[in-house]
C-alpha cells in the first residue's frame, strides 16, 4: 500500500474539539504508566483535582473524573441527579441542548424544555416561569449549557441562578461547560451553580476521553438520596481516597498526565491572560465575518454580538454553497480544518474554533485559508475578511 504523500508544514485544526495538543501535553502523555501504588500517580491525580477546582473557582466542590467524553459526564449527572420518572429541566441553547435532553429521556427521565430561538443564548424568564409553574418542585435540576458548540452562543449563567432563585425553586443549577471552561470567565461558586460538567478535548487542550464533574455539597446530599441504579457513574461510590475507587477502575494515567501538564500551562499563562487571549482571538473571527458578510453570502449565526462566543464562532451560508465542498477544500488544498454545522444547522453553516492553544498566527492562518476556500467556491466574500482580522488583532 502506498502511503499519502507527506503535507509539508502543520495543518491547522480549527474545530471546536478536539482542538491541538501543546507539546508540553503530548510529552507529558508519552511516558510510561505506573503501577498503581506508585505515590506518582496519586500525585497526579490530587494535581488535577486542585487544578480543575481552582479554574472551575470553586473552594466548595469535589471533583470526580471519568475516562469519558462529555456525553459520558452527561450521563453521570443524569443518573446522579434524578431518579428514573423524575424531571429535569433544559433550557434550549441549540443541538447541544437537544442532545442532553434527548439522553436523559433515553435513560428514563422526564425532560421539561424551554424554546429555544435560534442565534440567541437561553431565556432566563422562559426559565423562571416554568420553575414557577411547578409548584409541586418535581424539577430535580436545571441543566444548563454554557456555551452551545453548534451555534456559537454563550449563556448567562448568572441569569439562570436568579431566575431559580427568583422562583423560590430547589432544583440544582447544572452548567455544562464543555466548550467554555478555559476560554471564558467561569467561577462556580459565585455564580452559584450546583454541578459544572466539563471534557478534555477543547479548552483543557487534551485529547478527548477525559469528562469530569465538579459537584457540590448541596448536589452530593442529592445523589445520595436518589435511589436510581448505577455503578460506574455515582458520585457516592467515587468520593474515596483510593484512586482505584476513585475512578471506578484503573485510572487513564495517560490522559491525566496530560491534564496536570494542560492546567499547568493554563495557570503558568495566568487565567485572567488565558481569557484575554481567547476574546482577541475570537474578536479577529468576528472581524473577519463582518468583512465576509459585506457579500451577502455569509452571516453570523449568532443574532446577539454580546453573547457569541469566544470558543467557536458559527457562520451561515446562503443556499447553493456546499459546506463540506468547503470544508474538504479547506482542509486538503489549504490545511485548514474547520467543523461543519450541527443538528439543524447541518449543510447550512461551518464553524471555526479559536480555543485551547491558540495564538495569533494560527487565527489569520485559519481565515485565510477559509477565505482562499470561500474564493475556491466562487462565494462572494464581500470587503474580505484578512485584512479585517489583521486590523482587530493590531488595535486589541
Ligand atoms: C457543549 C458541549 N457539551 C457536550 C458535548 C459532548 O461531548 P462529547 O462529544 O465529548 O461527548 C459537546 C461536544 O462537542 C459540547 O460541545
Redesign the pocket.
Known amino acids: 500500500m502506498t502511503s499519502p504523500p507527506r503535507i509539508p508544514g502543520r495543518r491547522l485544526l480549527h474545530s471546536?474539539?478536539p482542538t491541538p495538543l501543546p507539546d508540553a501535553v503530548l510529552q507529558a502523555m508519552s511516558n510510561q504508566p505506573m503501577d498503581l501504588a506508585d505515590p506518582r500517580v496519586d500525585a497526579n491525580i490530587a494535581a488535577c483535582e486542585l487544578g480543575l477546582k481552582r479554574l472551575l473557582q470553586t473552594d466548595r466542590a469535589d471533583v470526580f473524573m471519568y475516562a469519558a467524553?462529555?456525553?459520558?459526564v452527561?450521563e453521570a449527572v443524569v443518573e446522579n441527579l434524578a431518579a428514573p420518572g423524575e424531571s429535569l429541566l433544559v433550557p434550549g441553547t441549540g443541538h447541544?441542548s437537544e442532545s442532553w435532553a434527548i439522553q436523559a429521556e433515553a435513560l428514563g427521565r422526564q425532560v421539561l424544555r424551554t424554546p429555544w430561538a435560534p442565534g440567541w443564548p437561553i431565556d432566563a424568564d422562559a426559565v423562571e416561569q416554568v420553575l414557577r409553574d411547578d409548584r409541586r418542585h418535581t424539577i430535580k435540576a436545571v441543566l444548563a449549557?454554557h456555551?452551545?458548540?453548534a451555534g456559537g452562543v454563550t449563556s448567562d449563567i448568572g441569569a439562570l441562578r436568579r431566575a431559580i432563585d427568583a422562583a423560590q425553586h430547589p432544583a440544582l443549577l447544572v452548567a455544562?461547560v464543555?466548550?467554555s471552561l478555559g476560554a471564558a470567565p467561569f467561577a462556580m461558586d459565585t455564580l452559584g451553580v450546583d454541578v459544572a460538567v466539563g471534557?478534555s478535548?477543547?479548552g483543557l487542550m487534551c485529547p478527548?476521553g477525559l469528562?469530569f464533574v465538579a459537584v457540590n455539597a448541596v448536589a452530593f446530599g442529592v445523589a445520595e438520596r436518589n435511589p436510581a441504579p448505577r455503578f460506574y457513574w455515582d458520585w457516592v461510590r467515587r468520593k474515596h481516597d483510593l484512586s482505584y475507587r476513585k475512578f471506578c477502575g484503573t485510572p487513564p494515567q495517560n490522559m491525566l498526565l496530560g491534564l496536570e501538564a494542560a492546567l499547568g500551562l493554563i495557570f503558568a499563562e495566568g487565567l485572567d491572560q488565558v481569557w484575554q487571549r481567547h476574546a482577541r482571538l475570537a474578536g479577529a473571527v468576528h472581524a473577519a465575518v463582518q468583512g465576509w458578510r459585506t457579500g451577502g453570502a455569509l452571516d453570523f449565526f449568532g443574532q446577539q454580538a454580546a453573547s457569541r462566543s469566544v470558543s467557536v464562532t458559527t457562520i451561515t451560508l446562503g443556499p447553493g454553497i456546499d459546506v463540506e465542498a468547503l470544508r474538504s477544500v479547506a482542509r486538503e488544498r489549504f490545511q485548514v480544518a474547520i467543523a461543519g454545522g450541527l443538528g439543524p444547522l447541518t449543510g447550512k453553516a461551518f464553524r471555526i474554533g479559536h480555543l485551547g492553544d491558540c495564538n495569533p498566527a494560527m487565527i489569520l492562518g485559519a481565515i485565510g485559508g477559509v477565505e482562499a476556500a470561500l474564493l475556491c467556491l466562487g462565494v462572494d466574500v464581500g470587503e474580505g475578511g484578512t485584512r479585517r482580522a489583521v486590523a482587530s488583532l493590531a488595535q486589541g
Open positions: 471546536p474539539g467524553n462529555g456525553h459520558g452527561w447541544f449549557v456555551t452551545d458548540t455544562d464543555v466548550a471534557a478535548q477543547k478527548p469528562g
